[in-house]
C-alpha cells in the first residue's frame, strides 16, 4: 500500500555533485596561467526542435551543450511506470545523430524491509503519483518546469547543469600548455512520493555523449509500529537504545530499449577480464535471452552493426553496472538474483515484478527469460542500496543515489570534446 506523505526533499543532482580534477606538473615547472587554454562554451539552448509523433501526449527536448555536443529526445509521463524516455539521440559536434535510446523508463522500485514482513512495489502507480503539487519551481533550482503538451501540468525540471572537467592535459609533447574544457550535462527528473519516500527520476545527457539514469531517495523513516524492529533488523536512533529502525533495501529497475540500430537490431556482448598480470579481455556475444549478475570485471557492450566511425570502428555503447548491495537468495524473490536480463521485446513485460498477468503475460522479469532468440532486444538492469538507518536520518532522510551509466565507445573517432588539441 503507497500513501501519500507530505514530507518531502528534493535538490538538483547536479547541486550534489563535486567534481574535480589533477592537474601533474613538472616538479619545479610552474605552469604560468596564460598557458592554460581553456574551452569556449557554446550557446546553451533547450529549444524543441521537432515534433514526438510516438503519442500526443509527448514534449520534446532539444539541447546544444558546451563543445558543440546536441542531445534531442521525446519524454512523457507514463501512469504506470512514470517518467519514460523515447528516441534520445546523441550528436557530437560536426556529427550525424545517432539514436542511442528508443524507449526507457523505471521497471519497478522494491523496498523489502529486513524483518521480512514488510515490503512495498511502489510500481505501477508511479506515474498516478507524479503530480504538479510534487514539483515547485524550488524542487528545480538549475532550470525550469516543462510540460509536455500545453494542455497538461508542468511535472519535469530540465536543467542544463556543470559536468565539471570534461578534460584536463599538461601537454609537455608539444609545448608546455594546459588544455581544459568544461561540461554539461541536459538533465530532466521528476518527483514523485510513494509511500514514505520522495523520488527523483532522473536522467543526464552529457557532452561527451554518456546517458546517465538514476534515482534520488530521501523523505521520513517509516514510523512505529511498523518501521521499527530490533538490534538484529534495525539500527538504534533518537535517545538511547529504545527505538530501532528497520534496516531495508531499496531494489531499482530499470527497463531499457538500445537504438544503434541502423544495420539492424542492436547486438549485445558480455565483457569480462581474466588472468593476473597479463589480462585477457573478451566479448561473448548474447542472441538469446539470459539472466546475469554483476561483477568488478564485468559490463555490457550495445554496438551498432550497421555504423562505423572514421577509424573504421563499430558504434556502440558499454552499459556500466555496479550493484554493490545485491538482494540476493530471498525466497519469493527471484527476480532479484540477478542484475541484467536480456528478454525478447513484448509489450505486456513492463514491470520487472509484479508484473500484469494479463494476456497470459508473466509476473516477474525472471520468468521472461525463456531462451527465445533476439530480434528486439529489451535490457533490463537492477541496482540495490540497502539502508542502515542513522541518527542523522531524523527528521528528514539524506538523498542516496543509485544508477547505471551508459558509455559511449567509439561513436567519433577522437574525443568530441578535443576539437583542435594536437595528435600524439
Known sequence: MMTHRPARLAVSWGA????????????????APAAIKTATPAPVSTTPLRKCTATASQGSISASLTGGTTWQLCWDINLSTGLEVTDASYTPAGASPLTVIRKAALAQIDVPYDNGTKEHLDLPAFGTLTTA???????????????????????????????????EWDDYDFGLTTHR??????????????????????????????VVGKVGASGTLAPSPNGYGDAHDGQPIGSGNTRYALNHYHNVFWR???????????????????GGAHRVT??????????????????WMVTDPGRRNADHHAVGYDIELHNDSPYRGVPNHAYTDN?????????CEVLAAGNSAARNCSTSVDRFVSGDKLSSPVIWMQTSFHHLPRDEDESVVDEHWQGFTLMPRDVTATNPLGTGLPQN
Open 256 to 274: 531499457l530499449q538500445f537504438g544503434l540500430d541502423d544495420g539492424g537490431p542492436a547486438s549485445i556482448a558480455t565483457v569480462g577480464s581474466t
Open 16 to 31: 550534489l555533485v563535486c567534481a574535480f580534477t589533477i592537474g601533474l606538473a613538472v616538479a619545479g615547472t610552474p605552469v
Open 133 to 167: 503539487s510534487d514539483i515547485r519551481p524550488s524542487d528545480c533550482p538549475d532550470g525550469k518546469l516543462v510540460a509536455a503538451t500545453a494542455d497538461q501540468p508542468a511535472l519535469l525540471c530540465e536543467a542544463i547543469v556543470s559536468d565539471g572537467a570534461a578534460y
Open 339 to 347: 542484475d541484467f536480463y536480456v528478454t525478447q521485446n513484448r509489450a
Open 181 to 210: 574544457a568544461a561540461s554539461q550535462c541536459l538533465e530532466i527528473y521528476t518527483v514523485t512520493p510513494a509511500d514514505w519516500y520522495t523520488y527523483m527520476n532522473t536522467w543526464d545527457f552529457c557532452g561527451d555523449g554518456r
Open 282 to 299: 573478451t566479448a561473448t556475444p548474447i542472441r538469446s535471452e539470459t539472466a546475469m549478475q554483476s561483477a568488478p570485471d564485468r559490463m
